[in-house]
């Protein structure tokens, strides 16, 4: 069974910084490149972050990029997201999602339940 | 960048009834890299449709997608009292990923 869990999450300032974990279970993490997603209060979802399989090759959100920085411990089957320069607007519920493999086809087959990040100061 | 426009914004039904949910992108996409999500209050969200037309595992068949080019359906064929949710569509570019705002599906 495919577990995601996620943690790490907290209450910070405006300017301070925060590491999520997703620790996975239940598949080859190797095989999958895992993604990063947010989730305002009352809102839509935004995605932030992706990295490949082996780690060498990351995406971000323009709103992201140049702050947060996305990695992945193959070893230890767990994915990060390391968040500086934290705003306000960063307030979300943070998700870590698996990759789908299926032919050409894309989609994020597995969530875990996220991890609350609020910046208030 | 594309974007993804979600209508109606709410679709209030009966269970038992059809839903069909639209999903239009400002440029024609591929359909390997079209995607639909469900997502209940206080839940993450459930991976419906990819490639467009293909259900995920454990979907049940009154879930169906279709579309090419701009234009994409999620439809449910007849209501049950747990579809009422929040759905999702979802691109993947070169480089990136996005979502539409969402269509909420409530009781009428």
């Known amino acids: 069974e495919v577990q995601l869990l996620e943690s790490g999450g907290g209450l910070v300032q405006p300017g301070g910084s925060l590491r999520l974990s997703c620790a996975a279970s239940?598949?080859?993490?190797?095989?999958?490149?895992m993604t990063w997603v947010r989730q305002a209060p009352g809102k839509g979802l935004e995605w932030v972050s992706s990295?490949?399989?082996?780690?060498?090759?990351?995406h971000y959100a323009d709103s992201v990029r140049g702050r947060f920085t996305i990695s992945r411990d193959n070893s230890e089957n767990t994915l990060y997201l390391q968040m500086n320069s934290l705003r306000a607007e960063d307030t979300a519920l943070y998700y870590c999602?698996?990759?789908?493999?299926?032919?050409?086809?894309?989609?994020?087959?597995?969530w875990g339940q996220g991890t609350l990040v609020t910046v208030s100061s | 960048e594309i974007v993804l426009t979600q209508s109606p914004g709410t679709l209030s039904l009966s269970p038992g009834e059809r839903a069909t949910l639209s999903c239009r992108a400002s440029?024609?996409?591929?359909?390997?890299?079209l995607a639909w999500y469900q997502q209940k209050p206080g839940q993450a969200p459930r991976l419906l449709i990819y490639?467009?037309?293909n259900r995920a595992t454990g979907i049940p068949d009154r879930f169906s997608g279709s579309g090419s080019g701009t234009d994409f359906t999620l439809t449910i064929s007849r209501l049950e009292p747990e579809d009422f949710a929040v759905y999702y569509c979802?691109?993947?570019?070169?480089?990136?990923?996005?979502f539409g705002p969402g269509t909420k599906v409530d009781i009428k």
């Open positions: 999602a698996k990759y789908l493999r299926s032919g050409g086809d894309w989609a994020f087959d597995y």
């Open positions: 239940g598949f080859t993490f190797t095989s999958y490149p």
């Open positions: 990295l490949t399989g082996s780690g060498d090759t990351t």
């Open positions: 440029q024609s996409v591929s359909s390997g890299y």
């Open positions: 490639g467009a037309s």
């Open positions: 979802q691109h993947f570019g070169t480089y990136l990923s996005t």
